[in-house]
């Protein structure tokens, strides 16, 4: 068994299929299992080999990379397999709460096996290159062990420390960002179709508008490490007024006002709260006492 350049890849979604990819482009001897066997074909072709069950994929190799919908598909995979786990070290790729990694890196290690968590940036067409990135954690000692296979899949490995929830964790706040801020772009969109203007003739100013973001990141992100919300540049008064024209230009457009609606219901409980003279950097404090 070579655990240098031999690698199981189980779940074939399109991550799971762009990494065992990766591994075969590297010149790695890849195993590979799928629920649904037909999703490997095409690896197939390439040289993967398709095991015909989960006890032979694992069985493998000492390197299992699991590229699940979630936990719970974990559970219903490795299940059938047990007393193939002992000895495996499973790095964990599926999206999942950070709870529910420790829970799994437990399971795993009362049945022999080893956890990493990761959590994987990018879609599919990041996997296999240098510049993409994925959070890892776990034991230290596995994570080193694997590096370099780890590194086939995203040039860059970011260690979080031992514990597995970490890695989830990076991977959650990446992905709350990501789905909040896609749902803005959608409603962008909507708007701007309700007012005859195409996702094309928007492009550049959703854009610039997305790059103007990380400016407004960084000067607040130390403010708020210090517990300062002061008033100076921003004010959550006009931040509501704000969102109330944001609301109304998209009702008036007969466009969902769900999303803006929230935004605004944040301002104005910090209204509420007492902070209608500090910065809207406030609301995080009605998150963090689940009063947001
Ligand atoms: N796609 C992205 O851009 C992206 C980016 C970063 C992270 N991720 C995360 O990476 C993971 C994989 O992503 P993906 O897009 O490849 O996901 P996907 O299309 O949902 O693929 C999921 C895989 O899980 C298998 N599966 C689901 N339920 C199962 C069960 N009960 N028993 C056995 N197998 C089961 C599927 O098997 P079948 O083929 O038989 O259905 C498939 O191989 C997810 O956790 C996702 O959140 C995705």
Do not use: C
């Not at 100076?232 to 466009?255: C, F, K, P, Q, Y």
């Amino acid at each position: 068994m070579n655990t240098r350049h031999s690698v199981t890849v189980i779940g074939l979604g399109p991550m799971g299929r762009a990494m065992a990819g990766a591994f075969l482009d590297r010149g790695y001897e890849v195993t590979v299992w799928n629920r649904t066997a037909s999703r490997a074909d095409a690896l197939v072709e390439r040289g993967a080999v398709l095991a015909s069950n989960v006890e032979e994929a694992l069985a493998a190799n000492e390197l299992v990379i699991l590229s699940l919908t979630d936990y719970a598909a974990m559970y219903a995979t490795l299940e059938t397999a047990i007393d193939a786990l002992a000895g495996r070290t499973i790095v964990n790729l599926s999206s999942d709460t950070p709870e529910k990694a420790r829970a799994a890196a437990l399971w795993a290690a009362e049945r022999g096996a080893v956890q990493l968590t990761g959590g994987v940036t990018v879609p599919p067409s990041g996997i296999g290159r240098a510049e993409s990135s994925t959070f890892y954690s776990g034991p230290q000692h596995a994570f080193d062990r694997h590096r370099s296979a780890l590194e086939v899949i995203t040039g860059r490995t970011d260690y979080r420390g031992e514990d597995p929830g970490q890695a989830a964790l990076m991977y959650q706040i990446g992905m709350v960002m990501f789905w909040t801020s896609m749902l803005s772009y959608w409603q962008a969109i909507a708007l701007a179709q309700a007012n005859g203007l195409s996702a094309a003739d928007i492009l550049p100013h959703a854009v610039d508008t997305a790059n103007s973001l990380p400016g407004f990141f960084t000067f607040y992100a130390e403010r708020i490490d210090d517990g300062q919300h002061t008033g100076d540049v921003d004010r959550i008064a006009m931040g509501m007024a704000s969102a109330e024209h944001v609301l109304h230009t998209n009702t008036d457009a007969g466009v969902d006002g769900t999303l803006p609606g929230t935004v605004l219901e944040f301002f104005r409980r910090g209204m509420d709260a007492g902070y209608s003279g500090e910065s809207f950097s406030s609301v995080v404090e009605l998150m963090m006492t689940g009063r947001g």
